[in-house]
């Protein structure tokens, strides 16, 4: 069994991470946070010991660490003796977060794919351009590394898996749905890092149809369906990181990534990118500063994780999934609805954040006990995504599918 956390980052998503690994201590042992601003790390460690999260005694504590350090980063995995590193910091520090892994032995998990500062939107499949890279290394060392442990990448991927495997005889098209039907009272805020919510917008929209890519622009096609919980939703088609592996893994055909915007949002978002506050590249001020206007954009809005003590409503993410199945058209949509008031009050985050933090804990869990210590680099997908909901079920994200059935939980 593999036993000790190393929490890379320490935003609203670390927060989850830290509360729900104490929950489960008992499983994965003693747990370290770390980011390059240690306050930002003691103050989750408080949190989690105000709210009495550690199932069994164990260590709890903060650390200093530049995670593009790949030096500084093995000395603390070496230092802590953690076997399992969590990396939910900056998508810009996957790559070294990843090689100090390898270097050291730990295995690793992180909840999105690998970004270069100076590029947005890449060519795809995205996951080919870095983190693929390593598959080798990882496998010649025996090292496991989960990529996209969160929700979408992440429990999506499963839900596609188990479709493909136990629901269909060939599936058609898979498209992913994320709707947050929830309100945090802000003039205008991101749910996460708004620089990297805005890179994935800004650039091209990649999908996968016809077995091979199309590239789109942001906000050219859009859909309404009425949802379980939330309704009636209007979201649109954007590139994102499970798309990248699901149309490399499972050999559907089509592959698309649905995300639902309010007019506000989109008026915002047209403002800023016409104006070109949205660009990555730096520009120099008339006092001759050098800055970069996305890095200026995400000072000035509100810190993702400052949005939780006033949210309301609910999320509702998931895969519509269509096929056959006995020579019939099928079709299913496997899915979760998370509550914001809900995940702070347990853990004093957003729901954005819980359900993108409880599935890499899961995921931890399932390699400590053996199951996903498969000792080679996978996407979720190509892990068995039974265990994987079955835990998700028990620890705060339960699963549904709906069919020609009716609505009702799933699970194994």
């Not at 998990?109 to 947005?120: N, V």
Request: with cysteine.
């Amino acid at each position: 069994m593999k036993k000790n956390v190393l929490i890379i980052g320490a935003g609203g998503v670390a927060q989850v991470v830290a509360h729900k690994c104490a929950q489960h201590n008992d499983v994965l042992g003693n747990i370290h946070i770390a980011s390059r601003t240690v306050a930002k790390c003691q103050q989750i460690v408080d949190s989690v010991r105000e709210k009495g999260s550690l199932k069994v005694a164990g260590e709890l504590q903060a650390h200093a660490l530049d995670a593009l350090d790949i030096e500084a980063t093995k000395a603390l995995i070496d230092k802590t003796q953690s076997q399992l590193v969590i990396n939910v910091g900056s998508a810009f520090i996957n790559m070294s977060v990843l090689q100090a892994c390898i270097e050291s032995g730990a295995a690793y998990l992180d909840t999105a794919i690998h970004e270069d500062p100076t590029k947005i939107c890449e060519n795809p499949p995205w996951y080919a351009n870095y983190e693929w890279k390593r598959k080798a290394i990882c496998e010649e060392k025996g090292i496991t590394a989960i990529l996209g442990a969160g929700f979408d990448p992440g429990v999506v991927n499963a839900y596609a898996a188990v479709a493909v495997n136990e629901y269909f005889d060939t599936v058609d098209s898979i498209d992913i749905i994320d709707i947050n039907a929830g309100s945090h009272g802000r003039y205008f805020a991101t749910n996460f890092d708004p620089e990297i919510n805005f890179r994935e917008f800004t650039g091209r929209v990649w999908s996968w149809q016809n077995s091979e890519w199309v590239q789109n622009q942001m906000f050219e096609h859009k859909r309404t369906d009425d949802l379980p919980v939330v309704g009636m939703q209007t979201s649109y088609m954007t590139g994102h990181d499970e798309v990248h592996s699901l149309s490399q893994n499972l050999g559907v055909p089509n592959v698309r990534f649905w995300m639902g915007f309010g007019e506000h949002y989109i008026n915002v978002f047209t403002v800023l990118k016409n104006l070109g506050l949205l660009s990555e590249q730096p520009v120099k001020t008339a006092e001759g500063l050098e800055v970069v206007p996305l890095k200026v954009v995400k000072a000035v809005l509100p810190d993702p994780s400052s949005l939780a003590p006033d949210y309301t409503g609910k999320t509702c993410i998931g895969d519509q999934v269509k096929g056959k199945k006995d020579g019939k058209d099928k079709e299913v949509f496997i899915y979760n609805v998370a509550d914001h008031a809900d995940a702070y009050a347990e853990v004093g985050s957003q729901g954005i954040s819980y359900t993108a933090g409880v599935p890499p804990v899961a995921a931890a869990m399932l390699i400590a006990t053996g199951e996903w210590d498969v000792k080679k680099m996978a996407n979720i997908e190509e892990l068995d995504p039974k265990p994987f909901i079955n835990l998700l079920n028990e620890m705060g994200l339960p699963t549904r599918i709906k069919d020609e059935q009716g609505d009702r939980p799933l699970s194994f």
